[in-house]
């Protein structure tokens, strides 16, 4: 480590800006399944640097406890437990690991154990703390090992090489000489995962192992991240995140995106099983927000704690302590009072009785030990008295007083055997201390009394084109309705380049020039691993683009827990197998996808369709012009008007795609087929579609604006076909068809040639039209129609899907 050279003043910023720390505990690293979890976790949601602390495996860390203390009085229980410790550590690795690394790793664990072996024996001598320490180095390196096999850069690091404190109670770090041997270590390996122990660190000078104590390692990990100034810490537990009250104990609770540092200390001060109040210590509220994940459920719901400039005044969590205990002083001992507020324990509450002159202090039950046994070292008079039996409930938020829900908790306790309510000194707690043993029904319905909240609802918008802008605008406008049931605000604006994302919610108002100004290059793989992060009950994605490679993403927004709302053609219509897979992940996750304009813009073609395979009908065919372009062409395409001429109009005034092949050619028609199709259940690909497009071979392959060069050569066969028709006395239409007939699918695009008699040769230019035909339609059929293109109306139509996944989402909440 002395040969390290500290970094550049360039090198460290960069640390500071693009290094996370990701924290995992010992239940999360229980077994092999558990190990190729959070590896899976690192390689999906860490950056290519992040750091990574560890706690011991499993159960680790009380079994080295447990030889530790049988080793003086049970020497052979201590060699049985030292051996099953031996087995669970080095089969870990022979499970995961394979060829070189495996070889590796077991001889640097036989190394270790047979040290612990001259130790158990009486040959070498290793403290207690320093026994610890194995646990988390041993999880560290299997970690590396196992990111290593599967193709990452990654490496262990002994937090006790950088990590120096002087020995206390709680041991007191040297930030100054930690940060600067990190900063030496992690300089030169930009690229690299770095696993780091958590727990321990070296006492200055002697280099002796120290315990960082309870909580250690989540309290490590937010002490890594401030000594490299990083700006997130997530810590990846059991439960996802922080909730409205212990989920073991109410059976419905709501989730919380977002937590003030004031209200989570409030939480962890109060005894919260989630969080512990060292994990705060370190941390700079200005800069770091700390994320709690579940590691079980990653596309979960998540809590983010920062720094907030504006609180909503709301009670967030309702917490219990089933037993509290009560110590009392006189008043008249001042200088004993003095002594037991100078304990360095934190009582929950304090308050005076003017009834009796006492001052009471409530504490944890965890803290029953502590506080006796400085009783009985300070108080020989025994002026101190213990009293048991009383409980406490309390409901934390920002500015508690001004809730709605403070009225609720005062009146409901207030019916209970209530010894004392108080609002703590910072306003973000109303805490009622009971005369009683809590019971876990009033717990439950004093939440359900507290707690109706309105899901809050994330928007990410994909486009910002002709449809994102429109419906941009159509959105602001709306945004009271949309704000009846639900919370709702749009978190980012992204096109194809760049990204602007506010988790406050972006400002609608002149966006235009905010996103030329605020938007910055983004990576999508980047995003997914970021958007979890938003802190909102639900989060729809926005997909108003053409994009291919957006399309194929859809499996892992839904995986991540986002519900689509699609104006995106590519995805419905893509091939059979990513298409069933992007319809299985979202079963699976149970996520919403609503595509209503990819058909028919505006017109609500998939929702009578649902409606009708619901009540119980049976499709037998769909037919019609289902483009608006091509409408457009053709009810305008007389025979006069060059074909060419009509398609370079239509492409100035929107109608088409920015190719107009993709009209032309009839892709564009196809997508929609296949769409529909696919809604009524049929089993449908590419390949399975007679296509007869209006683009000739030599045309096909061209750059646009090659092709836009050449589209005269359209008009002598287009001509052609219209001077057949009219021999016929008909008209030449696009036209496409599905129909079902003894179980069997039949699909084509094409030229067809209709009577001018018939509806369909005589629609506004831009108008589709579906004729549906189906058991109850069998003699006349259901036609829906209507404007088919134009950026109003499929703004309108996006519009709709999003009123209708809302509504799912408040009925989903109830």
Known sequence: MNTLQSPTPERIRAIADEIHVHKFGG?????AYCYRRVARIVTEHAGVSDLVVVSAAGDTTNRIIAIAEARESQPDYAATLFSSLKRYQQGLIEELLTGRSLNQLLADSEADFQRWQRWLVGEEDIDRAELCAYGELWSSRLLAALLQKQGSRADYIDARTFLEATDAAEPVIDSAASREKLLARLGPYPGTRFIVTGFICSESGSGRTLLLGRNGSDYSATLIASLIDS???TIWKDVAGVYSADPRKVERVVSLPSLDWSEAEELARLGSPVLHPRTFQPVNRERMVISVRSSLK??????????????????KVLTSLADVALFSIGLQ???????????????????????????????????????RNWVAQNDAEHHVHEVSGYSMVALVGARIQETK???V????VGEQELRRFIVAENKTSAIAILGQKLDNRLFNRLHSQLFNFRRSVGILVFGCGNIGSEWLDLYRQQLDRMNENVDVRVLGIANSKRLWLDYSGVDLQDWHETFARLARPYLLTELLRELPNAPCDELILMD???SGTIAQLYPSFFANGMHIISANKRAGSAE????REIRTIQHEYKREWLYNTTVGAGLPLNYALNDLIRSGDNIRSISGIFSGTMSWLFENFDGQVKFSDLVLQAKAEGFTEPDPREDLSCHDIVRKLLIVAREIGASLDWDDIEINGLVPEHLQNLPVAAFMQRLNELNAPMQALWEEAQQERKVPRLMASFSITEGRSHARVGIEYISVEDMLTNLIPGENIFVIYSEWYHDMPLVISGPGAGRKVTAGGVQSDLHQLLAKLAVAER
Do not use: C, K, M
């Open 231 to 233: 700006r997130q810490t």
């Open 298 to 315: 990653v596309e979960s719901q998540q809590t983010r704690i920062g720094q907030y400039d504006y609180t909503e005044a709301q009670g």
């Open 333 to 371: 001992h001042a200088g004993l009072i003095s002594r037991f507020a100078g304990n360095q324990l934190q009582p929950l509450v304090t308050w005076d009785e003017e009834s009796t002159s006492e001052r009471f202090y409530a504490f944890h039950q965890n803290h029953l030990d502590y506080i």
């Open 576 to 579: 059979e197998s990513l298409y």
């Open 544 to 546: 108003l683009t053409d």
């Open 405 to 407: 829900q403070f009225a």
């Open 27 to 31: 239940s999360s690293l229980a077994d």
């Open 409 to 412: 908790l005062r009146r409901e």
